[in-house]
């Protein structure tokens, strides 16, 4: 199971020593071979955070990349490259406060090939908004997201999708686990061989139901992974 931490942006240098908590508990964790932890801190903490794991199963992603392979005049941006040269293994690419700001499907599809590139593995974010849910379109949607997002990409072994309901982020809201393990399944047919995780509101409590999702890979957590202790008892409670 993954559990993938997105720390938006919140966290300084001082962030930084509640890893020692978490290293702690997977040292002890009998199930921690099963466990496959990345954390997702802003850009500026992914050097700093990658030597303080350099020796453990922990890897570091990043949250958002520039589709640009090479150098170049784009003030602001980070491409793969330059990610992956201060130690991140993965990037967050389509989460939905991206596209929020304008990230299009065809944008999105340019970061993920570029990333691949880049050797750099992607969470590939997909989801609908609450209106697309109200309007009975978010198997349409999703379909849609996927096809244009993924185009002519051939990779599911460095791909890992993300189901994460707009509606859900951040809300406290989640599905009912019978309709999202009909929508997990459904994101799986569609594509097969790739994993699958769900994010949106995940804590310590819904675990106990999200838990038994249908063919779930595993979860991607925002405000709860901030908090180690937090973090820590949703990947207990996963494996009670
Ligand atoms: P949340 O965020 O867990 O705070 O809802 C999830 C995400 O945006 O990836």
Known sequence: MYFIANWKMFGGLNSLNSLHKVLKFLKGFKKNKFVKIIYCPPSTLIRPMS???????????????????????????????????????????????????????????????????????????????????????????????????LRKINNSKNIIIAYEPVWSIGTGLIQKSSELSKTITFIKKENKKYKVLYGGSVNPKNINELRFVDNIDGFLIGGASQDSKKFIDIIKKTYN
């Not at 596209?99 to 590139?117: D, F, P, V």
């Open 51 to 149: 030597k303080k794991l350099k020796n453990s199963q922990i890897k570091v992603g990043a949250q958002n990349c520039h589709e640009n392979e090479t150098y170049g005049a784009f003030t602001g941006s980070i491409n793969p490259k330059m990610l992956k040269d201060v130690g991140a293994k993965y990037v967050i690419i389509g989460h939905s406060e991206n596209r929020k700001l304008g990230e299009t499907n065809k944008l999105i599809n340019a970061k993920i090939r570029s990333a691949l590139k880049s050797d750099l593995k992607v969470i590939f974010c997909i989801g609908e908004t609450l209106q697309e849910k109200r309007k009975k379109i978010t198997k349409k949607i999703l379909r849609q997201q996927m096809k244009l997002g």
